[in-house]
T-cell receptor, first 110, second 116 residues
């Protein structure tokens, strides 16, 4: 069974800090990897999709990198804001088979 | 952007009754839809994968006769929890994926089911 690990499990930072969330997966044979955020009691919002052939993808203050061979991805959030507080999940895609980590719960303190 | 609508957002039902949850892709055709269950402070657990016009593929340990999935069109999938029991109380989330290769996964806002 595929395993997805996210570190740290929880993170609390003051507003304005840059931060990095880590995702590792046991099987590197992915098609792509997606990062999501989940607000309490809500579904998931797609943040970035990075193809297996790409090294990174950017959207606004978010930058996702992918090292497929080592089974790692990172999500970099620049200049964090209180509105970024949420749980962040990564999900590698093995061809219509998505596996989720337990997420990183982020709190940005005003 | 792509939108997935899930309804209802909350439902309370009595033990023994059945509950239907709908998942619609509003602006794209979803050849594949996924149903997840999420317990508090835990990640998403995939229950089943459904492809339009064919039977759903259930994950190990998920009772297909209890969680009926129908994917009759390219924009609608339904999950029916039959003869619900309190242990079925959970947060159920659907997601949908367009047919193009390497397209992203889009999620509904989830359904909070409480069985009394």
């Amino acid at each position: 069974k595929q395993e997805v690990t996210q570190i740290p499990a929880a993170l609390s930072v003051p507003e304005g800090e840059n931060l990095v969330l880590n995702c590792s997966f046991t099987d590197s044979a992915i098609y792509n990897l997606q990062w999501f955020r989940q607000d309490p009691g809500k579904g998931l919002t797609s943040l970035l999709l990075i193809q297996s052939s790409q090294r990174e993808q950017t959207s606004g203050r978010l930058n996702a990198s992918l090292d497929k061979s080592s089974g790692r991805s990172t999500l970099y959030i620049a200049a964090s804001q209180p509105g970024d507080s949420a749980t962040y999940l990564c999900a590698p895609d093995y061809g219509n088979q998505f596996y989720f980590g337990t997420g990183t719960s982020l709190t940005v303190i005003p | 952007g792509a939108v997935v609508s899930q309804h209802p957002s909350r439902v309370i039902c009595k033990s023994g009754t059945s509950v239907k949850i709908e998942c619609r892709s509003l602006d794209f055709q979803a050849t594949t839809m996924f149903w997840y269950r999420q317990f508090p402070k835990q990640s998403l657990m995939l229950m089943a994968t459904s492809n339009e016009g064919s039977k759903a593929t259930y994950e190990q340990g998920v009772e297909k006769d209890k969680f009926l999935i129908n994917h009759a069109s390219l924009t609608l999938s339904t999950l029916t929890v039959t003869s619900a029991h309190p242990e079925d109380s959970s947060f159920y989330i659907c997601s949908a994926k367009p047919g193009t290769a390497n397209s992203p996964l889009h999620f509904g806002n989830g359904t909070r089911l409480t069985v009394t």
